[in-house]
């Protein structure tokens, strides 16, 4: 069962950027396409962005043209540069193959406050 580890996490004031790393503890190739997740608080989990095995991808509206994520096959890494972060990104980022098939890691927290 792979297992998938979050971190990049942190404090940023409004308009900074972070990058969030999400490594597999086995083939991501073979999983197919990766996903960036966040949950805020009292709020559902919610897709951010998702890459196919090919590198196709998609953003949600809120996130489109600040957020790019990316992946590296051969280094079972998929990557979520964020750059001007708002407050309303505020929130427990994880990572997830799009096909359910891994179990949830324990995420990495963004918090985006003056």
């Known amino acids: 069962q792979v297992q998938l580890v979050e971190s990049g996490g942190g404090l940023v004031q409004p308009g900074g950027s972070l990058r969030l790393s999400c490594a597999a503890s086995?083939?991501?190739?073979?999983?197919?396409?990766m996903g960036w997740y966040r949950q805020a608080p009292g709020k559902q989990r919610e897709l951010v962005a998702s890459?196919?095995?090919?590198?196709?991808?998609f953003y949600r509206t809120s996130v489109k043209g600040r957020f790019t994520i990316s992946r590296d096959n051969a280094k079972n890494t998929v990557w979520l540069q964020m750059n001007s972060l708002k407050p309303e990104d505020t929130a427990v980022y994880y990572c997830?193959?799009?096909?359910?098939?891994?179990?949830w890691g324990q995420g990495t927290q963004v918090t985006v406050s003056s």
């Open positions: 997830k193959d799009i096909g359910g098939l891994v179990q």
């Open positions: 086995g083939s991501i190739d073979s999983i197919g396409a």
């Open positions: 890459i196919s095995s090919r590198g196709s991808t």
